[in-house]
Nanobody
Framework: QVQLVESGGGLVQAGDSLRLSCAAS????????MGWFRQAPGKEREFVAA????????YFTDSVKGRFTISRDNAKNTVYLQMNSLKPEDTAVYYC????????????????WGKGTLVTVSS
């Protein structure tokens, strides 16, 4: 059974930092890109960041560039999202995602989803 389990969400103030983690299990994720999406109340789920199996700096949606970084530890099947300078508009449920495609990750291309972790940023 494939599982993606997120952790690290919580309530913070604007300007604070949080690090989200996602531990994957149940199959080999060799070759999979891993990423993060978020969904705010009343809005559609949107892409945040992703990183390919080979690593590197990843790629991001424009609204988080320069504030968020993404990394992965393939030995641990874990991906991380470091979120700095958080803003109230970052408030959302953050979902971990795994995608076997090498193209840009989208909601439709994702193979596996986590259940989400809530991030709330107060002003």
């Amino acid at each position: 059974q494939v599982q993606l389990v997120e952790s690290g969400g919580g309530l913070v103030q604007a300007g604070d930092s949080l690090r989200l983690s996602c531990a994957a299990s149940g199959r080999t994720f060799s070759g999979y890109s891993m990423g993060w999406f978020r969904q705010a109340p009343g809005k559609e789920r949107e892409f945040v960041a992703a990183i390919r199996w080979s690593g590197g700096n990843g790629y991001f949606t424009d609204s988080v560039k320069g504030r968020f970084t993404i990394s992965r530890d393939n030995a641990k099947n874990t991906v991380y999202l470091q979120m700095n300078s958080l803003k109230p508009e970052d408030t959302a449920v953050y979902y971990c995602a795994a995608d076997h495609n090498i193209a840009i990750m989208t909601v439709r291309s994702v193979d596996y989803w986590g259940k989400g972790t809530l991030v709330t940023v107060s002003s």
